[in-house]
């Protein structure tokens, strides 16, 4: 049995998303910002780019963090979602 895929193990998590999001972006400065490192870093792929803007969905985290110590331009607000919201892991 061949390993699954990024792609196979994150469809097994499951999402109970919250009305509020977890994680904000000062929108100002992620607008002026290169090279947008968190495009590259999320495991998730929460952040995208969308005629040239860039876009974020919060629905998707997996609670990593990676996006908030890598942005160099203090533009995140983040937190963990509200008590018993956000995501579980299945399987690994
Ligand atoms: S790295 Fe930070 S400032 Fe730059 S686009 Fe991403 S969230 Fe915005
Ligand atoms: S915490 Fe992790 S999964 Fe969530 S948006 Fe940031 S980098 Fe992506």
């Not at 699954?4 to 904000?24: F, G, P, Q, S, W």
């Not at 100002?28 to 969308?50: D, G, M, S, V, W």
């Amino acid at each position: 049995m061949s390993p699954m895929t990024i792609e196979e193990r994150l469809a097994l998590n499951k999402y109970d998303v919250d009305t509020e999001a977890h994680i904000r972006l000062n929108e100002n400065i992620c607008q002026e910002c290169q090279p947008r490192i968190c495009l590259y870093i999320c495991p998730a792929e929460c952040f995208k780019l969308r005629d040239g803007r860039l876009s974020f969905a919060y629905e998707g985290c997996l609670e990593c963090g990676s996006c908030h110590v890598c942005c160099d331009k203090g533009a995140i607000d983040w937190s963990y979602p509200r008590g018993g919201f956000g995501v579980a892991f299945e399987y690994g």
